[in-house]
């Protein structure tokens, strides 16, 4: 008797249902379905299992091949779309055949159950083809079986079987759309004829851009209510962007393409296309959104994670951490998105704590050229779009020239975003039709693409074409819509000839408007940092004190011993001084962020900001239990990535002013893998885009034998990036002065990045300790007096920063040289000149003025010191010489080289 008769009497459709669920997930199907199903899979693959151990009937046989047929084009439909507007797409087999899966001609005409897996009930295998061809393989090509949530699967088919994956408009809609595309195109060919070879960095052959974003904000406002955008986009399509997206005035773009002068002159600006921009936007219904681009450099992807840290810091701010009210958009190039690494360290951070922001939607304009790098030489994977796969993010191909189904797919990928919270990508795949900008001649090195594209219509005469035929519009609407576009650039175009200057507005405006721009002489002005002792003594105890019902580890029970115990013996060390720091400000309403590598406990324990129940491991802050807190702290220990977290954190500091926002280097030298966004964000946005950002960096620096990577913060990178008054750098030797910085930072009226090389040893060196006065009436100190010296009796005066200090003042002890002062300087920049000036008058007797660093003698601080106190008195050197590593490897090596520094201070 045949083992598997039981199977005529089984509906085919409940058995591809159910063989679908195995597919995903196997472990979900009752066992003796799954053995079934194994055994076919098995006997599919070859592994020589004879014909009687295993006989299905043939129609349930049939019904498995239809349903593998299913699911190849479900996995590989994308191979096989036609979303390539301007040349043949690369070749793939096997293809998807139906001879491929063991199926033939007279199978086309048959009837199989498994249609209801489609939703289309029982019908012929040429109908499943049809409409499998329909779904997966016209103008869009969708991955997303490599995703392992069934509910995520199950969803994205239920939306793919439903209109076969193509869009119903009505004429309403389509007129919509026609309009949008009129206004991309009429831009670009408008700039074309006004300023040719201009570099704009043209849409054209991408301008379904236009539309498809649109038609997402305005879905944003009336399906999901969202009440925010961030927009981060290169320079490709940015100007369209901003004119028909956010409606910047073309006035104000002509003045900019006639290059005039900006009306402010204490900014330098920038290039049109790297400028930002803030609007809300009403829409019929009402409902309005705000709209927000994020001003980039030309560093690409850069600009990725500081728009995400914006909305991040939006969320938290101003919508009580709700992510569904505000929605992310990242605009890549393929060439950019597939090359840049940064943008692998943006996914994998987008679903950790500390920087998730609800799913970002990002939409690749693929020109399928990067610069003049075809893409075959741009990147190893078939798709520019593969790093989504990292995430298991679904990815939408869509070829450009579709405009109905790119809307089609952004709506989509809106909806999958709202729902599952998630990244979604969309490869809007067309093509540049121009160099990469307007001045190349792409021909000498893509002959063959831009034959094809200089005869390709572009896509609103191709939507044209479409809507005529459809008889929804005709020649009168289309010349209409066209020249009343035109006439209203025409406008704009001869009202900038009157402007005289251009403008640039600043970004979020409304969440600056209580922060002045300030220059050089305010920098240099006292803050009032003060703090009242009792209150102090509250915030420590609260940080010492175990709450009810939590139990720590007993060496983290020493801990908060050891912390009441500084307080009462009055010596507060680094980590307690930055506590208390955060702790103040807290009370004061103002909010506090940290992230980077391992900063809840501190790269060298010193932090332990986070503590956790030993039984239940729940995370606990002991700073959040103060009942008088008006803001709030949050730190999270980061992925291992500078460049990302650090651009995120910068995005997180530019929407919130009132936030303390920190990031640490696990070692200064980290800082170099984030070296883009300190060159081209955190030491030029005021200059450029008018921006202000309080963002605060903390780099362990200073020589302790550890090796050239883990010596120096390189604090002559940043030093060098210094100029006029874009921000300041710092190296403090006490923690009351480390205290003050920090306070200092959110007390003042306006916004200035803040780098501080925090040390390693001073952590827990016993002189580096503040008494709680120093905390409660005093401030932050620029320069720090040698207060121990007798100044007539003084012969040398040294100028050195951070630890180097203590290790001077042990041997002038040891040596008894009562006629050397040692001079600190806390802030490196602005260095403020007048308080140097009076150091250098006051000590009279002095011969000989000496500049000491542990750095060698081409980093650290010497030549910044030297151009800057030129003026005021003749420095000489102490320092290692020069090197082209910070440091030594050798222990023993270092401490002779160490030694000689501090040698020449005594002996010159």
């Known amino acids: 008797m045949d083992r598997f008769s039981f199977l005529n009497t089984v509906h085919a459709g409940f058995i591809g249902d159910l063989y679908e669920q195995y597919l995903t997930n196997p472990d979900a199907i009752e066992p003796s379905w799954r053995s079934l199903f194994q055994g076919y899979d098995l006997a599919n693959e070859g592994y020589n299992i004879k014909e009687d151990e295993i006989t299905i009937p043939v129609h349930v046989q049939k019904e498995f091949q239809v349903i593998e047929l299913i699911n190849g084009y479900r996995t590989r439909g994308h191979l096989f779309t036609k979303t390539n507007p301007v040349r043949e797409r690369r070749q793939y087999n096997p293809s998807l055949d139906y001879s491929n ?18 939703g289309l009930g029982a019908v012929t295998l040429q109908e499943i083809i049809k409409h499998l061809e329909n779904i997966y393989c016209d103008s869009i090509g969708v991955e997303y079986m490599y995703i392992r949530e069934p509910e995520v699967i199950k969803w994205m088919q239920d939306k793919l079987n439903k209109n076969d994956n193509h869009p119903n408009y009505n004429a309403e809609a389509k007129k919509y759309i026609y309009s949008k595309l009129n206004q991309a195109v009429g831009f670009e060919n408008f700039l074309q004829t006004k300023y040719v070879g201009q570099k704009r960095f043209s849409l054209e052959g991408g301008e379904a851009l236009i539309p498809a974003i649109s038609v997402l904000l305005r879905n944003a406002s009336k399906d999901y209510d969202v009440q925010e955008l961030v927009l981060g986009m290169a320079h490709r399509g940015r100007l369209n ?4 997206i956010f409606r910047k005035p073309v006035r104000e773009l002509f003045s900019e393409f006639e290059g005039k002068d900006f009306e402010d002159e204490n900014i330098d600006g920038d290039v049109k296309y790297h400028l930002g921009y803030t609007l809300s936007k009403t829409f019929k219904d009402g409902k309005s959104i705000k709209m927000n681009l994020v001003p980039n450099p030309s560093h690409l992807e850069t600009v990725g994670p500081v728009a995400t840290g914006i909305a991040r810091s939006k969320a938290d701010k101003f919508y009580n951490g709700d992510t569904s009210k505000i929605i992310p958009i990242l605009v890549h190039g393929d060439a950019a998105i597939a090359g840049q690494g940064i943008g692998y360290e943006l996914l994998q951070m987008s679903q950790l704590n500390g920087y998730s922001v609800g799913g970002t939607i990002h939409i690749v304009v693929n020109n399928q050229v990067g610069f003049t ?31 109905e189904a790119v809307v089609h797919a952004t709506e989509m990928a809106l909806e999958f975003r709202m729902r599952f919270k998630k990244d979604v990508f969309i490869d809007l795949l067309g093509y540049r039709k ?46 209409s819509e066209t020249k009343a576009f035109k006439d209203m650039l025409e406008i704009g175009f001869n009202e900038a000839k009157q402007d005289k200057k251009s403008k640039i507005r600043s970004f979020m405006k409304d969440t600056w408007k209580d922060y002045k721009r300030e220059s050089l002489p305010a920098m240099l002005e006292a803050t009032d940092t003060t703090y009242s002792e009792e209150k102090l003594k509250n915030i420590a105890k609260i940080v010492s004190t175990t709450p009810e019902n939590v139990k720590f580890l007993r060496k983290a029970e ?53 503590l956790k129940d030993e039984n239940s491991e729940e995370k606990i802050n002991l700073l959040n239990t103060n009942k008088d807190n008006k803001g709030k702290m949050s730190i999270y220990n980061s992925s291992l990535s500078e460049y990302a977290v650090l651009g995120f954190d910068y995005g997180h500091a530019m929407a919130n002013p009132n936030s303390l926002t920190i990031w640490e280097a696990q070692f200064g030298d980290f800082s170099n893998g984030a070296q883009i966004i300190f060159d081209q964000y955190m030491s030029a946005a005021e200059d450029k885009w008018k921006l202000q950002n309080g963002i605060v960096i903390l780099l362990p620096h200073g020589y302790e034998g550890q090796g050239s990577e883990h010596s120096s913060g390189r604090m002559e990178r940043f030093l060098q990036l210094c100029a006029e008054d874009n921000m300041t750098v710092a ?60 100044v007539k009796d003084i012969k040398k005066v040294v100028f050195c920063t951070g ?17 050397i002062a040692i001079v600190r300087l806390e802030q490196i920049f602005p260095l403020h000149v007048e308080q140097a000036s009076a150091i250098v008058s006051k000590y009279t007797n002095a011969e000989t003025f000496v500049w000491a660093q542990e750095e060698p003698r081409n980093m650290g601080a010497w030549s910044h010191i030297r151009e800057r106190m030129e003026d005021i008195v003749n420095l000489k050197l102490a320092s290692r010489p020069y090197y082209a590593v910070p440091a030594a490897g050798s222990g023993a090596r270092f401490r002779e080289r160490q030694k000689r520094v501090i040698d020449a201070v005594f002996s010159i």
Request: glycine share 4%.
């Open 101 to 118: 899966f063991g199926l033939a001609a007279s199978d086309l005409s048959a009837v199989f159950n498994a249609g209801d897996i489609l």
């Open 558 to 610: 020493r801990i908060l011993q050891g912390r009441m115990k500084m307080v009462e013996e009055n010596k507060i060390d680094w980590g307690m001084a930055e506590t208390l720091a955060y702790g103040s400000l807290l009370e004061e309403g103002f909010d506090v962020r940290i992230s980077g590598q391992d900063v809840e406990r501190g790269t060298f324990s010193h932090r332990h900001a986070i």
């Open 373 to 403: 790098t075809n893409y075959l030489d741009a990147r190893s994977s078939t798709y520019c779009t593969d790093l989504a796969k990292v995430t298991l993010s679904p990815v939408l191909h869509v070829n450009a020239d579709d405009a």
């Open 731 to 790: 190296n403090c030797t006490t923690p009351s002065n480390f205290y003050h910085l920090l306070r200092r930072q959110m007390k003042r009226n306006y916004r200035k990045p803040l780098v501080v090389f925090t040390p390693k040893s001073l952590l827990r060196h016993p002189k580096a300790v503040s008494s709680i006065t120093e905390f409660a009436e005093k401030g932050f100190q620029e320069i720090i007096d040698d207060s121990l010296a007798k």
């Open 241 to 244: 962007t901003l004119t028909n």
């Open 434 to 479: 121009y160099g990469h900008n307007e001045g190349d001649e792409p021909r000498f090195t893509q002959p063959k693409l831009y034959k094809a594209i200089a005869k390709h219509a572009n896509p609103k005469e191709i939507y044209a074409k479409k809507l005529i035929a459809e008889e929804i519009i005709d020649a009168d609407y289309i010349s």
């Open 803 to 819: 630890k180097l200090y203590y290790e001077l003042l042990e041997e002038r002890e040891k040596l008894e040289r009562n006629d």
